[in-house]
């Protein structure tokens, strides 16, 4: 064994055992910094495979910015983790089975040999890899990626409307009311008599 493929089992075993956790830990900050490592050791996997740019854009994207936001929307919100879990018990048959299913199409895809295309030639010295990914993917690939944009767009928009409640108990106001106002309404003019005193 080579000591590249000793660090691909590494960062591959960190990985895996990473994601597990994201979705078996009980507390959900946990489970992002548990998020957080697993994007670190794919982004080490992308390094052993010499895709240089996808694994520094997994970590300033993912890592730098997505996470954060994660933690700071997860500390922020009450959460009460005992009502979360309630129905955790009846969604697991359909979890089960959808992961079954997906392990069994990776073994299928792995065992047909669909990416065994043998040995890469060495690239040359002045090739890219940012500039080859950018080429391909806004060229043959780019109804997809607009597609993706406008799914993200949905997604960024459904979420600052899911988080925006109006809170019946907070004082606010109106500038068009104030401005619509009438003097007579709020103005009232009362007549007294003067007190004498003795």
Partial sequence: ?????????????????SALRVITVRN???????????FFSCAALWMLLEAEFLAIALVLV???AVMVLFLFVVMMLDINIARLREGFAGYLPVGALVALIMVSEMVLVIV??????????????????TE????????????QFEIAA???????????????RRRTRTKYQNPAQQVSVDRDD?????????????
């Fill in 62 to 64: 993912y890592v730098g």
């Fill in 132 to 143: 080859a990914l950018g080429e391909v993917l806004y060229t043959d690939y780019v109804y």
């Fill in 150 to 164: 406008v799914i993200l767009l949905v997604a960024i928009v459904a979420a600052i409307a899911l988080t925006l």
């Fill in 186 to 198: 709020r103005v009232r003019l009362v007549k007294m008599k003067p007190e004498e005193r003795d």
């Fill in 1 to 17: 064994m080579t000591f590249q493929q000793l660090v691909f089992f590494l960062f591959a075993a960190v990985t895996t055992l």
């Fill in 112 to 129: 047909s040999g669909a990416f065994d295309t043998g040995a890469p030639e060495p690239a040359p010295a002045t090739y890219s890899n």
């Fill in 28 to 38: 959900p900050v946990h489970a992002a910094l548990f998020l957080v490592l697993t």
